[in-house]
């Protein structure tokens, strides 16, 4: 990690495989998968683990927080992760390999978030965690 003002390295740590895709932060919290499909939570300010869960597959798509989870897409597998442990919550497999990022589009007191795959599927998976196939393109 670097402090912005002045690009002093702050903290380092060695993680079992690479990083393709965005962190993501949550309060003081950074979250980020690896290409062995680790997903690892440390805290902001010294680096520290807080949990780590290993998947099925590498990680190459950002995770998102939403609804006070943490939606991690690996491979063909979309998991809803608990925040605070890492354990899993829900998993779905999908068809092929999930090649976007998220989308979240809020819709009265709902919101879905949508995800694509390699055969140009689209899918929503709305706040109750049901997942439908939208669109082929």
């Given at each position: 990690a670097?402090?912005?003002?002045d ?5 380092r740590?060695?993680l079992n495989g690479?990083i393709?895709?965005?962190p993501v932060?949550?309060?003081?919290n950074?979250i980020v998968g ?6 690892y939570?440390m805290?902001l ?16 798509v950002s ?15 979309l998991y809803?992760l608990?925040?605070k442990?890492g ?12 090649t976007?990022s998220?989308?979240i ?7 879905i ?6 055969d140009g ?12 196939k939208?669109?082929?393109f």
């Open positions: 670097m402090r912005l003002k690009g002093k390295i702050v903290w740590k060695q690479k393709v895709s965005s932060s949550y309060k003081n950074i690896t290409t062995k499909g680790i997903v939570a805290k300010d010294d680096g520290s683990l807080i949990w780590k869960r290993e998947l099925a597959t590498r990680i190459e995770p998102k927080v939403w609804k006070g989870k943490l939606v991690v897409p690996a491979g063909n597998l809803v608990s925040l442990t354990n899993i919550f829900w998993k779905h497999k999908i068809k092929t390999k999930i976007t998220r989308m589009m809020k819709t009265g007191d709902n919101e978030i949508f995800i694509g795959d390699a599927n689209l899918y929503a998976l709305n706040s109750m965690l049901k997942i439908k939208t669109k082929s």
